[in-house]
């Protein structure tokens, strides 16, 4: 059983929901134990989270048996206005690139996460 991610202190560039959403696109199969453990967050915080994503169109699933699918909406266009007409096609153009070529964290090779982006 894995323990719960050491909180991290200060502020980041990127929030919780994008790091959520990047896990997503590299592995659409993905579990919510192994995105909560890529993105060091609890899985309660992911659960919440990906209702958030769902709730506003940014993410659907699909159940098959005891595993979720999940399908993003490329096309859904950020939240933020001054990222106006920026869609999450390209912003997870730039995340998935950056974490295709970023050597993954100790715990990140322990969860199973796919290696390469998956396609939205």
């Known amino acids: 059983m894995q323990t719960v991610p050491e ?3 200060g502020w980041t560039f990127l929030t919780n929901h994008a790091r959520v959403l990047a896990a997503i696109a590299d592995n659409h199969d ?5 995105i909560a453990a890529h993105c060091r ?5 992911v659960q919440k ?14 159940r098959h048996g005891r595993t979720n699918t999940y399908q993003i909406d490329p096309t859904r266009v950020l939240r933020h206005p001054a990222d106006a007409g920026l869609t999450v096609a390209t ?6 690139r950056d974490e295709a ?5 100790p715990a990140d090779r322990t969860v199973g996460l796919a290696s390469g982006p998956a396609q939205l």
Not at 30 to 34: E, H, K, N, Y
């Open 7 to 9: 909180p991290h202190t």
């Open 91 to 96: 912003l997870l153009s730039a995340l998935v």
């Open 49 to 62: 989270i990906i209702g958030d994503l769902e709730r506003d169109g940014y993410l659907s699933h699909t």
């Open 30 to 34: 993905t579990r919510i134990r192994d």
């Open 101 to 105: 070529d970023r050597v993954p964290a």
């Open 41 to 45: 967050l609890t899985e309660r915080a």
